[in-house]
């Protein structure tokens, strides 16, 4: 395969939240960036979102050359991605269009180029079926929203090269990202899994009348949520087990846990649990809108992410906040 440059030109196609996301975090780190979308509302829609996402974004990591103004944006997706170094994928989840522009996007742009997808649940053996060059696709997939959140999850497809992964692992690092290399593909990919596990027996304990909307967003946000977000769960359970740490956890404290997976509860989800669950959350927002609760949310993870730098100096926020002096391979 073609040695991949490095990175200087990003285009994002399809400029929905997650593309809008991820415009706003390749700026802030000193890309040029084009962007394109066919919808009509499109162009504005992106602009808006990056001027209200700026300060948040910026304050994770500045490049000193960044800026909104090295935005681009075309309806031509082909003339958008022409000069890319780096693509990065956030169209609808529907297997067939998934398919068939990934095959336009390959044609299309040059042959050293990257194409990444920030699919959430179609494998990439799925999206480069019909690629002429699909040994340089791979999935990208953020945890939302891009600008603010660290996660990528790295996914090749059959026929994604080795060395696609390894420059897609490197590059996403460099920008300040934490990227995780998926060794298997499976639908939902790890994280989408891993929460949609926890929210399951969270609206198990609502359907069975345990507790409330609220009390059970408190239940994960101001328990096992405030330590998830300094460490993982098993670095917690080596806490967890004292002066034997991990070793003990496993020997004394693992069985019954494992016994305990027995109790846990699949809910039935009718229209009255739903109702539930909508009138409960609405009534924890407090008339605050989608926007308002956005916005205090991005800044507490800002915040968050600034206590991790300071007390975590190898996470992602170490990285260089310019372009990565990415080597080519």
């Known amino acids: 395969m073609n040695a991949h440059k490095p990175v200087h030109r990003v285009a994002i196609v399809g400029t929905g939240?997650?593309?809008?996301?991820?415009?706003?975090?390749?700026?802030?780190?000193?890309f040029d960036v084009t962007a394109t979308d066919p919808a009509s509302t499109a162009e504005a829609a992106l602009r808006s979102y990056v001027e209200a996402a700026w300060d948040?974004?910026?304050?994770?990591?500045?490049?000193?050359?960044?800026s909104p103004d090295r935005l681009s944006f075309t309806t031509d997706m082909r003339q958008a991605v022409e000069d890319a170094d780096f693509v990065q994928e956030n169209a609808p989840e529907r297997p067939e269009l998934k398919v068939k522009l990934f095959a336009d996007i390959d044609d299309a742009t040059p042959p050293d180029a990257i194409i990444a997808s920030s699919s959430s649940g179609i494998t990439m053996s799925v999206i480069q079926a019909e690629c002429r060059h699909p040994e340089r696709t791979?999935?990208?997939?953020?945890?939302?929203?891009?600008?603010v959140v660290p996660l990528v999850e790295v996914v090749g497809g059959t026929?994604?090269?080795?060395?696609?992964i390894r420059d897609v692992m490197s590059f996403y690092a460099a920008i300040g990202k934490k990227p995780i290399h998926l060794k298997k593909e499976l639908p939902g990919h790890v994280a989408n899994r891993i929460q949609a596990a926890l929210y399951r027996e969270v609206v198990y304990l609502v359907q069975e009348?345990?507790?409330?909307?609220?009390d059970s967003d408190d239940a994960v946000s101001w328990g096992p949520g405030l330590r998830w977000g300094v460490m993982g769960?098993?670095?917690?359970?080596?806490?967890?087990?004292?002066?034997?740490?991990?070793?003990?956890?496993?020997?004394?404290?693992m069985p019954r846990m494992v016994a305990s997976w027995q109790d846990l509860g699949t809910p039935e989800f009718t229209a009255d649990l739903k109702e539930k669950i909508v009138g409960g959350v609405l009534q924890e927002a407090h008339g605050d809108s989608v926007d308002e609760l956005a916005a205090r949310r991005d800044a507490m993870l800002s915040a968050l992410l600034a206590v991790r730098a300071e007390h975590d100096p190898l996470g992602p926020r170490s990285a260089a906040a310019g372009r990565p002096a990415k080597e080519e391979s």
């Open 56 to 66: 948040t974004a910026a304050s994770i990591g500045l490049a000193p050359e960044a």
């Open 209 to 214: 009348g345990v507790l409330d909307v609220a």
């Open 233 to 253: 769960p098993h670095l917690l359970w080596h806490l967890g087990g004292g002066e034997g740490g991990i070793q003990h956890f496993m020997d004394t404290l």
């Open 138 to 147: 791979v999935i990208g997939h953020p945890f939302n929203p891009p600008h």
């Open 159 to 164: 026929k994604t090269a080795p060395e696609t």
């Open 17 to 30: 939240t997650i593309g809008a996301s991820w415009a706003t975090h390749y700026l802030v780190r000193g």
